[in-house]
């Protein structure tokens, strides 16, 4: 059984950084697509980032230029740099995986418990 479990959430001014990471256990996922998602009160889980094993990625565009997406193959972890933090981006934040490339929530297969990120104004 695969268990990702997210930490590095917190609290922060607007403008300020935050650093997530996802760490993964129960099989190798060096060859899994690897994502983050948010999801605010009240808002459906959207996209944020998600990476290939080899490193390509893809942003959000509300993201793009600000937060920075990595992994680790070795030690099977998933990292989101997040800077310029702005209102907006508040919400809790999950780790996903999954065998194809997809920006679609319901189409991973794997899911951390979620971090909840706060930025105040």
């Known amino acids: 059984q695969v268990q990702l479990v997210e930490s590095g959430g917190g609290s922060v001014k607007a403008g300020g950084s935050l650093s997530l990471s996802c760490a993964a256990s129960?099989?190798?996922?060096?060859?899994?697509?690897l994502g983050w998602f948010r999801q605010a009160p009240g808002k459906e889980r959207e996209f944020v980032a998600v990476?290939?094993?080899?490193?390509?990625?893809i942003y959000a565009d509300s993201v793009k230029d600000r937060f920075t997406i990595s992994r680790d193959n070795a030690k099977n972890t998933v990292y989101l740099q997040m800077n310029s933090l702005e209102p907006e981006d508040m919400g809790v934040y999950y780790c996903?995986?999954?065998?194809?490339?997809?920006?679609?929530?319901?189409?991973?297969?794997?899911w951390g418990q979620g971090t909840q990120v706060t930025v105040s104004s």
């Open positions: 990476i290939g094993w080899s490193g390509g990625n």
């Open positions: 996903a995986a999954d065998q194809s490339f997809s920006r679609v929530a319901t189409s991973y297969d794997y």
């Open positions: 129960g099989r190798d996922l060096r060859t899994y697509w």
